[in-house]
């Protein structure tokens, strides 16, 4: 499932959907749909769409204007304007709705249970902003407790109901891209310009070295925080830097800043953080006291309780009513942690052990003789996971883990000395198959190569991979990665200099 806008692609389904709303859609323009969402922010010509989608039969190119033009008829797109769907004269098409980072993907399209009061607040926060009180909220909480999930499910919220909101999301990334200056703030802003000329021309005003051709220095904090205010003044803008426990100090000095500035704006900043890094020194801690000064509230996530469980068991199994015991089980086992109850409900589901006919639920075995492991912890979890997967498998997800939570797979072809089209039909399959991983974007390499990054669907996932891996064979892919770098960027080496260098410490701090 891929997420633009208030939209949802639903491929196993070959159907759209806006909200809850499912959207017809004929075969033909869905397939031309489709295939622009997968290839996001580039210029996808005629001939490329043709060849593709239709490899066997003649389609004139005109016939696809009329499915663009169908597309955007229902996508509300304007072809002026466009948020989506970009003509480039005579060449083809563009998309241009970013492909965030694992938003959108299958990961993120389950139920949301429970969590109904945490959304209201958000909700009423949200009134707020309009209202130009510009509030500040922290969103705190333990890993996998379901920060992610409710922030999507609030952006797709108020998207749904207020058009003409602004949102620019960026994520903190633990790894090697982790520290770069403002990678967040970035993230976020090239997600609000998307397809929207009136921010592009702003920021290309207010921080030209990321917005407007040419060399320029980096803007300040007080710029951005002026175009930031300076764009909430016609429309609400939501601004959201998740897991900022990860974040370079420029983009914590951003947030504070932004945080402690008075000026009426319709602005709401919704920041997210796991509770377990605020030891003290921390650079969080101090903008957590920084923030304390100001407006902000803190909104701490908890486990689930029983009902939420109970209803996420309803939804999942699509069933009316659960077996009280299961409830049991399944709340008891994952303490109420999302992340951990959905990969019990994975396992028990491939398993066979729990089934779903018609509405109803049956359990193959006694529930009390059901073994899943106690206590509940991350290894088992990871273990009910991994569970079914191939060596071959196994060894794909071990070597991207060595690039972090969201790695390239070039990278894991230089670490297994694999061919990368190999590599990657590999991973897409894994993607399609399972809920470990999705695809997160395209990047060129400097010999005109493209090739796919993918995003664990959880960081913990990544850690636990990667910590499984024996030393010795961790190293020896850590050096080879470098060397691909060194080699792929051969004259260039300074632009790489900060992954070639993790990578070298990786690999030798494991043989040390
Ligand atoms: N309220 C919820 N209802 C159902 N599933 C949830 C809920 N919150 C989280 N999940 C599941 O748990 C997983 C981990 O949640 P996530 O939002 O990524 O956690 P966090 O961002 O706090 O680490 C998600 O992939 C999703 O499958
Ligand atoms: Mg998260």
């Not at 960026?170 to 929207?196: H, M, T």
Request: proline content about 5%.
């Amino acid at each position: 499932m891929h997420s633009f806008g208030e939209f949802r692609l639903d491929a196993a389904n070959q159907c759209l959907w806006r909200g809850d709303q499912r959207l017809s859609l004929a075969p033909r323009p869905f397939a031309v749909l489709r295939y622009l969402v997968e290839n996001p922010q580039r210029l996808v010509t005629h001939d490329e769409m043709l060849d593709a989608l239709w490899p066997e039969t003649y389609v004139l190119p005109q016939v696809l204007r009329t499915y663009v033009l169908e597309l955007r008829k229902l996508l509300e797109d304007d072809a002026a304007c466009p948020r989506f769907i970009e003509t480039v004269p005579k060449r083809g098409y563009r998309f241009l709705a970013p492909a965030a980072v694992g938003a959108g993907t299958d990961i993120r399209q389950h139920v949301i249970a429970g969590r109904a009061p945490e959304l209201a607040l958000l909700c009423d926060r949200f009134a707020a902003a309009q209202r130009s009180e510009r509030p500040t909220l922290l969103l705190t909480g333990e890993p996998g407790i379901g920060k992610t999930t409710l922030l999507d499910a609030f952006c797709d919220c108020i998207r749904h109901k207020n058009a003409a909101v602004r949102i620019g999301r960026g994520q903190s990334i633990e790894g090697f891209a982790g520290k770069e200056k403002f990678y967040p703030v970035r993230e976020a802003l090239n997600s609000l310009s998307a397809g929207d000329e009136k921010v592009r021309s702003l920021l290309a005003t207010a921080a030209p070295a990321w917005f407007a051709p040419g060399p320029a220095p980096d803007p300040s904090v007080g710029q951005i925080c002026e175009a930031l205010e300076e764009l909430s003044r016609t429309n609400t803008l939501l601004l959201v830097f998740e897991d900022i426990h990860w974040a370079d100090d420029s983009t914590l000095d951003l947030i504070a800043a932004l945080a402690r500035r008075r000026a009426p704006a319709h602005l709401m900043l919704l920041v997210s953080f796991r509770s377990d890094y605020l030891e003290a020194g921390h650079a969080l801690r101090l903008l957590q006291q920084g923030l304390a000064t100001g407006r902000r509230e803190e909104l701490h996530l908890g486990p689930l309780d029983r009902e939420a469980v109970a209803e996420y068991l309803r939804c999942e199994l699509r069933a009316g009513s659960i077996p009280a015991a299961l409830t049991s089980l399944v709340h008891q086992h994952s303490s109420g942690n999302p992340l951990y109850m959905a990969a019990i409900v994975d396992y028990l589901l491939s398993r066979h052990i729990v089934k779903s006919d018609h509405g109803k639920v049956s359990v193959s075995q006694p529930i009390e003789s059901i073994e899943i492991g106690v206590p509940p912890g991350l290894a088992t979890i990871i273990r009910l996971r991994l569970d079914g997967l191939n060596e071959d498998d196994r060894r794909l997800l071990e070597a991207g883990s060595i690039s972090g939570a969201i790695f390239p797979a070039w990278a894991c072809a230089a670490a297994l000395r694999r061919k990368l089209v190999d590599v990657e039909d590999a991973y897409a399959s894994l993607a399609r198959r399972g809920r470990l991983l999705a695809v997160a974007g395209h990047d060129e390499l400097p010999d005109g190569t493209r090739s796919s990054f993918y995003v664990f669907a959880h960081d913990l996932y990544q850690k636990a991979i990667y910590g499984e891996i024996p030393v010795p064979r961790r190293s020896q892919w850590h050096m080879r990665v470098a060397d691909r770098l060194r080699e792929m960027f051969a004259g260039n080496e300074a632009s790489v200099a900060h992954e070639i260098a993790a990578h070298t410490r990786a690999g030798k701090a494991d043989t040390a």
